[in-house]
């Protein structure tokens, strides 16, 4: 009789457990896109690299990692979002993304490699997801496509 009691509570509390959710782990594939800018130096071309990601980390969880002038590299850590937040139940969880550029005369380079992350599908309290991830990242790439094309019309 004791071991029927005991079952049952179990069985209910794993019934609502499995329905709140599964658990997915987001792609952590680059996404690689190589913008050509004709006749502009590698030295201008850094600089505007450098502005937009001085632009693009406007969070303190965001570091610029390495910056190299010569080699035309910039590398950073990019803090993406909170997947969930602090509760009783733990300290929560951030989504971060590696950002690598890389400038030659006439073009340049950003590869963004979002680090993998699980979050749950289908619970109300995770905050980030692998879908709003691709869309934060499409979004980088396209202001860092916008920011490298843009011409410097400034007179000093």
Same mark, same amino acid.
């Given at each position: 009789?004791?071991?029927?009691?005991?079952?049952?509570?179990?069985?209910?509390?794993?019934?609502?457990?499995?329905?709140?959710?599964?658990?997915? $782990?987001?792609? !952590?594939?680059?996404?690689?896109?190589?913008?050509p800018?004709?006749?502009?130096?590698?030295?201008?071309?850094?600089?505007?690299?450098?502005?937009?990601?001085?632009?693009?980390?406007n969070?303190? /969880?965001?570091?610029?990692?390495?910056?190299?002038?010569? !080699?035309? $590299?910039?590398?950073? /850590?990019?803090?993406?979002?909170a997947?969930?937040?602090?509760?009783?139940?733990?300290?929560?969880?951030?989504?971060?993304?590696?950002?690598?550029?890389?400038?030659?005369?006439?073009?340049? /380079?950003?590869?963004?490699?979002?680090?993998?992350?699980?979050?749950?599908?289908?619970?109300?309290?995770?905050?980030?997801?692998?879908?709003?991830?691709? /869309?934060?990242?499409?979004?980088?790439?396209? !202001?860092?496509?916008?920011?490298?094309?843009?011409?410097?019309?400034?007179?000093?």
């Amino acid at each position: 009789m004791k071991k029927v009691l005991f079952v049952v509570p179990c069985f209910f509390i794993l019934l609502m457990i499995q329905g709140c959710g599964s658990v997915a $782990t987001s792609d !952590s594939s680059p996404i690689v896109k190589v913008v050509p800018v004709d006749n502009v130096s590698q030295n201008d071309l850094y600089v505007r690299a450098n502005n937009w990601m001085v632009g693009a980390f406007n969070n303190a /969880k965001s570091v610029v990692q390495f910056s190299d002038k010569e !080699s035309g $590299t910039i590398t950073g /850590k990019y803090y993406l979002s909170a997947i969930t937040t602090a509760n009783q139940y733990g300290p929560g969880s951030d989504a971060y993304a590696l950002i690598n550029i890389q400038v030659k005369d006439g073009a340049s /380079k950003i590869t963004i490699t979002p680090e993998k992350f699980d979050y749950m599908k289908g619970n109300m309290y995770t905050l980030y997801n692998e879908e709003t991830a691709k /869309k934060q990242v499409e979004g980088l790439i396209t !202001s860092f496509e916008d920011a490298i094309q843009l011409e410097d019309k400034s007179d000093w």
